[in-house]
């Protein structure tokens, strides 16, 4: 079956740096998407992976192991405005990307 | 320009009737992707537009769920005789055909079944 795991809600410190995890199984892979998505509101993107490695960008980073079905977003420097819900997602086909629950980040100060 | 605009932003409807929802893409983007959020959870895909190929109606959960894409362009997503646990945010997404496929969203349409 399709699978995507990440934690259901996390909390961090403003200025700090969090780290949000995501899992997955699934039957195809063309890549791993993060999107943010405050609340009430549509989600919007935030990088896609199709490589292993860290693609960093500004202050958030993402991290891809294909071999390990494994990815993690990295947010540094938090501010108060990154609270949010952060979705992983990935490209199983042509067609159809996965989405997790998603992660609800709350940043304190 | 303009991002993909949905509509109505709210609709309450009363259980056993239909609804429809409307998604205006992005132009020049030929995928279309309609997606189903209950409060607190993830998407859940529906179905994928590409250009003139048959849509991928995989995520549609029932037969009461369809949907059309006219043109190429404008989509409606269609409920019939709608229950209380279709009431969900329906996010529309379109992006461009190739890859990496960035989705842009809009905003949604939040359906409220009493």
């Known amino acids: 079956g399709q699978n995507i795991d990440q934690p259901t809600e996390m909390t961090a410190t403003e200025g700090a740096i969090v780290q949000i995890n995501c899992t997955y199984q699934?039957?195809?892979?063309?890549?791993l998407f993060w999107y943010q998505q405050h609340a009430g509101e549509a989600p919007t993107f935030l990088s896609y992976?199709?490589?292993?490695g860290l693609e960093e960008k500004g202050r958030f980073s993402s991290f891809l192991s294909r071999s390990k079905g494994y990815s993690y977003l990295l947010l540094k420097e938090l501010q108060m405005k990154d609270s949010a819900s952060y979705l992983c997602?990935?490209?199983?086909?042509?067609?159809?990307?996965?989405f997790g629950s998603g992660t609800r980040l709350s940043i304190r100060p | 320009g303009a991002g993909v605009s949905q509509s109505p932003s709210n609709k309450v409807t009363e259980k056993g009737k239909d609804v429809e929802l409307r998604c205006d893409p992005i132009?020049?983007?030929?995928?279309l992707y309609w997606y189903r959020q209950s409060l607190g959870q993830g998407l859940e895909f529906l179905i994928y537009?590409?250009?003139?190929?048959?849509?991928?109606k995989s995520g549609l959960p029932s037969d009461r769920f369809s949907a059309e894409r006219t043109g190429g362009s404008v989509s409606t997503l269609t409920i019939q005789r709608t229950q209380q646990e279709d009431s969900a945010v329906y996010l529309c997404?379109?992006?461009?055909?190739?890859?990496?496929?960035?989705?842009?969203f809009g905003p949604g349409t939040r359906l409220t079944v009493l």
């Open positions: 997602a990935v490209d199983s086909s042509a067609s159809k990307i996965i």
């Open positions: 992976n199709v490589l292993d």
């Open positions: 537009f590409q250009g003139n190929s048959a849509p991928d």
């Open positions: 132009s020049g983007h030929t995928a």
């Open positions: 997404a379109s992006s461009l055909p190739g890859g990496p496929v960035e989705q842009f």
């Open positions: 699934t039957s195809g892979f063309n890549g």
